[in-house]
């Protein structure tokens, strides 16, 4: 794993995979830790239909994508045609019962070894690797706007999140955030004008301003 870009101890965004009891394939992004060798830890919001996948189903996949549209996409399922992943983007895995992203970079298959409580709000999922599989793709130029889109996309899922669920504390942290985002798109719109990424940007900040204003409603 560490030849994907993991490093001991270091939070690495994903997009984690899972079958619900329905058989219905689920995806969201989740940052992973490395703490062993073998073995990452999920910390994961109790609420989250991934956190009940994972309690119902015991494995899954950790997917590996540099592309802001995945992220995207699956952060916030509503932009998708009738609100759901389209199911072509889906396969089944080799080891575990999970569906993996056809597109992703790499796959780690795992298995849940242990679901601890971590804070009021979150648990801590420790998994262990079954399988892990990297395609052979060609080196890409970097570019700061696919990463200032995944960023903002990241922190989008959190500011949702903080306004809709009230408390002044969760307020001040989601403006903390927002002026983050406020950075991303700026750098979207500078490097890559009229591109996927301001556009994803754009969108953004208008989700925003809905969460924002039904946050206000609710206090």
Same mark, same amino acid.
């Given at each position: 794993?560490?030849?994907?870009?993991?490093?001991?101890?270091?939070?690495?965004?994903?997009?984690?995979?899972?079958?619900?009891?329905?058989?219905?394939?689920?995806?969201?992004?989740?940052?992973?830790?490395?703490?062993?060798?073998?073995?990452? !830890?999920?910390?994961?919001?109790?609420?989250?239909?991934?956190?009940?996948?994972?309690?119902?189903?015991?494995?899954?996949?950790?997917?590996?994508?540099?592309?802001?549209?995945?992220?995207?996409?699956?952060?916030?399922?509503?932009?998708?045609?009738?609100?759901?992943?389209?199911?072509?983007?889906?396969?089944?895995?080799?080891?575990?019962?999970?569906?993996?992203?056809?597109?992703?970079?790499?796959?780690?298959? !795992?298995?849940?070894?242990?679901?601890?409580?971590?804070?009021?709000?979150?648990?801590?999922?420790?998994?262990?690797?079954?399988?892990?599989?990297?395609?052979?793709?060609?080196?890409?130029?970097?570019?700061?706007?696919?990463?200032?889109?995944?960023?903002?996309?990241?922190?989008?899922?959190?500011?949702?999140?903080?306004?809709?669920?009230?408390?002044?504390?969760?307020?001040?942290?989601?403006?903390?955030?927002?002026?983050?985002?406020?950075?991303?798109?700026?750098?979207?719109?500078? !490097?890559?004008?009229?591109?996927?990424?301001?556009?994803?940007?754009?969108?953004?900040?208008?989700?925003?301003?809905?969460?924002?204003?039904?946050?206000?409603?609710?206090?």
């Amino acid at each position: 794993m560490f030849d994907l870009g993991f490093s001991m101890g270091v939070i690495v965004e994903t997009l984690v995979s899972t079958y619900g009891l329905d058989g219905q394939p689920n995806v969201a992004p989740m940052g992973a830790i490395i703490e062993e060798t073998r073995f990452m !830890v999920l910390r994961i919001y109790t609420s989250s239909l991934t956190y009940k996948n994972l309690q119902a189903k015991k494995c899954a996949v950790v997917n590996v994508t540099s592309d802001p549209e995945l992220f995207y996409r699956t952060a916030f399922k509503e932009v998708n045609p009738d609100g759901r992943i389209p199911q072509e983007l889906f396969e089944k895995a080799e080891t575990v019962e999970a569906p993996r992203l056809r597109t992703a970079d790499a796959h780690i298959e !795992v298995t849940v070894v242990e679901i601890a409580h971590y804070d009021s709000e979150k648990a801590e999922v420790t998994c262990e690797a079954k399988l892990v599989r990297a395609s052979n793709l060609l080196p890409k130029a970097y570019c700061r706007a696919s990463f200032a889109a995944i960023e903002a996309v990241i922190h989008a899922t959190r500011v949702k999140y903080f306004l809709l669920h009230g408390g002044r504390e969760k307020h001040e942290k989601a403006l903390q955030l927002l002026e983050k985002i406020s950075d991303c798109q700026e750098i979207a719109n500078h !490097v890559a004008p009229s591109s996927r990424y301001s556009e994803i940007m754009k969108d953004l900040t208008q989700r925003i301003e809905v969460w924002r204003a039904k946050g206000e409603s609710l206090r």
